[in-house]
């Protein structure tokens, strides 16, 4: 199993950009996809996730209303999209995949690390202000 997320990079405060996690080795509608993110300094934290069909998102406090999870089971991918980007979302992005097959509704648990197997190398993401 692969996880290659990308779309990292350097922005100003208030720009976008949208990241890429390509899965490869499983059957991605399986699973749930998490977001989290890890700053110089602090913990890994979680930032969206989104179940296997793409009908339940879950936030972090921190990202409602400036970031967007999506996914296209047919290409492999989830997507993040940030909008609105300030200097305290810099850190390493991460992806993750958690086996969930039937599609329930996802809650705040899966904003959480122990619920994924298999994870991404990271791509950074670096705001400036």
């Known amino acids: 199993v692969q996880l290659q997320a990308s779309g990292g990079g350097l922005v100003q405060a208030g720009g976008s950009l949208r990241l890429s996690c390509v899965a490869s080795?499983?059957?991605?509608?399986?699973?749930?996809i998490g977001w989290f993110r890890q700053a110089p300094g602090r913990e890994r934290e979680g930032v969206s996730c989104i179940n296997s069909n793409g009908g339940s998102t879950e936030y972090a406090d921190f990202v409602k209303g400036r970031f967007t999870i999506s996914r296209d089971n047919f290409r492999n991918t989830v997507y993040l999209q940030l909008n609105n980007l300030k200097p305290e979302d810099t850190a390493v992005y991460y992806c993750a995949a958690g086996f969930s097959p039937l599609r329930f509704p996802l809650g705040s648990t899966w904003l959480k690390e122990p619920q994924y197997e298999h994870w991404g190398q990271g791509t950074l993401v670096t705001v400036s202000s």
């Open positions: 080795g499983l059957i991605l509608e399986h699973y749930a």
